[in-house]
């Protein structure tokens, strides 16, 4: 399976921007679906995560501003991202797990302006 990101570019502070992760196959089976994210000169951290039965999981700097969605019949999962801050600058990847095996999408690029 491989993930295809997009949705990413130049947005002022406050703005919004939707991420799509789009799967070439079936994204029911996976376990984990999830959004992670590296700024230049940091690690690559969790933002969100849809697991198994539809719980999520959000990193605490995003909760209340960011929604991770995904629609099987697409195969394609979502990041809404909205009231965005320079701090969310960074590039945006998504992945996937299926038992022991995970799957990552390339990144794309969020630029927040103050």
């Known amino acids: 399976v491989q993930l295809q990101a997009s949705g990413g570019g130049l947005v002022q502070s406050g703005g919004s921007l939707s991420l799509s992760c789009a799967a070439s196959?079936?994204?029911?089976?996976?376990?984990?679906i999830d959004w992670f994210r590296q700024a230049p000169g940091k690690q690559r951290e969790l933002v969100a995560a849809?697991?198994?039965?539809?719980?999520?999981t959000y990193a605490d700097s995003v909760k209340g501003r960011f929604t991770i969605s995904r629609d099987n019949a697409k195969n394609t999962v979502y990041l809404q991202m909205n009231s965005l801050k320079p701090e969310d600058t960074a590039v945006y990847f998504c992945?996937?797990?299926?038992?022991?095996?995970?799957?990552w999408g390339q990144g794309t690029h969020v630029t927040v302006s103050s």
């Open positions: 196959g079936s994204i029911a089976s996976f376990n984990v």
């Open positions: 849809i697991i198994d039965g539809g719980t999520t």
């Open positions: 992945h996937a797990r299926r038992m022991l095996y995970n799957y």
